[in-house]
């Protein structure tokens, strides 16, 4: 029979679902494609390396166990890794290109809010992506169907969040292009809330997500302190994940150290899996730097790409130092060796870190607010007080090249996620308070002036 190989694995399957919960069924075997039988032997597909090397560590001797009841003792199992859900980047493949680009013209163009260029081909995975990367690529094969919902992208700036939840929602577009997809940040969220506010038109915003089937939100933080957004969000996730649908978010921080959010909504973030993206390693930055290059057909020595590879950047701040280099090279005709690279790099990553200390920036913002700089890292919470502390965060985040953890250090050990709050806080008083902004602007001009 042909296909007996199907159905020996679909008995295989009926076995492991009586073995194993529902969400870890649907996350880790409902994506297994079975391929072949020969004599003895099933050959099944998986999604990835990542997603075989969890089946062998958690499920083997059960996966044994199913198919030598269905086949034998004898039998044996073989695993192949999908052509990956877009990981390599197909080969003489016009036909699956053009396919690929019709399927996402017809939706990406009207709702789905993606930017093509940010695929799965594109991301370079390494071990600092590699757990969001795959369960990233489980969702895009079962959307709102794995133990993976909501899942949250969490980590700093840079390092590729809405690039992976961008490829999520191309693939999964590309393969059910009946569903509605969108991506949308949290502020044009909160933007879109406000206007359906003021024209008395909230059921109709409502129910317009409420249609969604895979949700990408960005930037989720940004949520904080905006109560009847987030009371507003809180019924939509509820509707869409009771619904079966899937959710996506990203943020720069884990739920448990967010600030500003409702308990019940961070509750929920909880739910399904939150996977870090963390700083690039030199393996992974110098493969990410080969695939720009290769894609834009640039030519660099050996020499120079292991250079801007072994510094510590991050996905965005290598892509600018390629950029900005390319431009040097070629509007002043100089040749990218690598003194070009050492002058650049040294301009645009480590300028800050020489200009600027922490220690400058605390004393010209307490000596301009008159406020003695050791009460900043009291627990104190009068308003001066606490508005000074975040001031002087958001400078020491802006101006030097402090990660929020070491800032948090010099406020008596407060955590990074105290630190982007105290930014966010502060950006948002520039945005809406003239005379905050107009106090913020000297308080700048004086600590550019002592270290010009």
Known sequence: ?????????????????????????????????????????????????????????????????????????????????????????PKNSEKNVKIRSSVASQKIHFDAQLNPEYTFTNFVEGECNRLARTAGATVALNPGKTAFNPLLIYGDSGLGKTHLAHAIGLETIERFPEKNVLYVTADKFQTQFSEATRNNSRNDFMHFYQTIDVLIIDDVQDFAGKEKTQETFFHIFNHLHQSGRQLILTTDTLPADMNGLNKRLLSRFKWGLSAELLTPTYETRLSILKQKIENDEIELSKEVIDFIASQQMSVRELEGVLISLFAQASLNHKEINLQLCKLLINKLINQNQKEYNFHSIRNIVCSHLNISPEVLISNSRKKEIVQARQITMYFSKNLTGLSCAEIGEHFGGKNHATVLYACRIVGNLLETDKNFRGNILEIEKKIRSVNA
């Open 1 to 89: 029979m042909n296909n007996r190989y199907e159905e020996v694995w679909k008995n295989c399957l009926q076995l492991i679902e009586n073995n194993i919960s529902p969400s870890s069924f649907n996350t880790w075997f409902r994506p297994i494609v079975p391929l072949r039988l020969e004599q003895n032997m099933l050959t099944i597909q998986v999604p990835s390396n990542f997603f075989y090397e969890y089946l062998e560590e958690h499920y083997i001797d059960l996966l044994r166990q199913v198919i030598r009841k269905e086949l034998g003792n004898n039998a044996k199992l073989e695993y192949r890794i999908a052509s990956e859900v877009s990981v390599a980047k």
